[in-house]
């Protein structure tokens, strides 16, 4: 009987702390489950075997940073079937996209001996600015069921079944007070996408947007609850300017209140 030829995955890094690799491995028996119908074919936080492509499906953390980035990211988007970005690097920058506010140039000095030798782009930027996208998984990091989900969709042909509503239903469903009409605080989380189960708000703090805007997020709306809060238009800015500060909605609302 002829041996199954199963399909290949990738995992591939860009600007990014690897956490979200790290959140693949953390699924354990699901990865396992997973590992027995694809061939890990290139992923290094995991193996040191690399296979050639092309790929059924490509996993890509990080943001695109340096022109090498911006020259390797259209390789990988020729040899993939699906291209799946990961994380809050991928999907909208990551933190390193606060530099995008300012002009880098200004700080190269103040971190490296030899500024000369250091070769960046002028803003970090999500994969889907460079590359047509399959799916974009948010999160800091990523939610592992989430990705098993999306991995499993993609190999069935079917739709992945990741819920849109925000971190505000994550709380009703866990009967979690709201911590901002009953504590006064500054959450974002009437605007941040699901995922993380409320994690925060379950401990009496604010959601602060690790997950990213949830989709057609009013976060004018919420700025303007910020404001009766007693925020500043520096905190509101602020507040907008985290994990996902150049997510499209973000960004717009965190410089409408820029100074």
Known sequence: MPKKIKPKLAVW???S???????????EDELL???GEIEIANFPEASRQVLKGPY???LVEG????PHDAERIHKIRKMSKVLITIGACATAGGIQALRNFTDVKNYIPLVYASPQFIHTLNKSTPIGDHVPVDFELRGCPINK???VEVISAYLTGRKPNIFPHSVCVECKLRGTVCVMVNGGQNCMGPVTHS???????SYNRPCYGCFGPKESPNTRSLANQFKKLGQSELDIMRG??????YAEPFRKESEAHEK
């Open 56 to 58: 059924e499906i490509s």
């Open 13 to 15: 890094k860009f600007a």
């Open 240 to 245: 907008f300017r985290t994990y996902n500060a």
């Open 33 to 35: 489950a997973v590992a």
């Open 63 to 66: 943001s695109i940073t340096t």
């Open 145 to 147: 069921m989430h990705l």
């Open 195 to 201: 995922g993380c189960n409320a994690l925060c708000p």
């Open 17 to 27: 702390c690897d956490g979200c690799q790290l959140s693949l491995l953390d699924c």
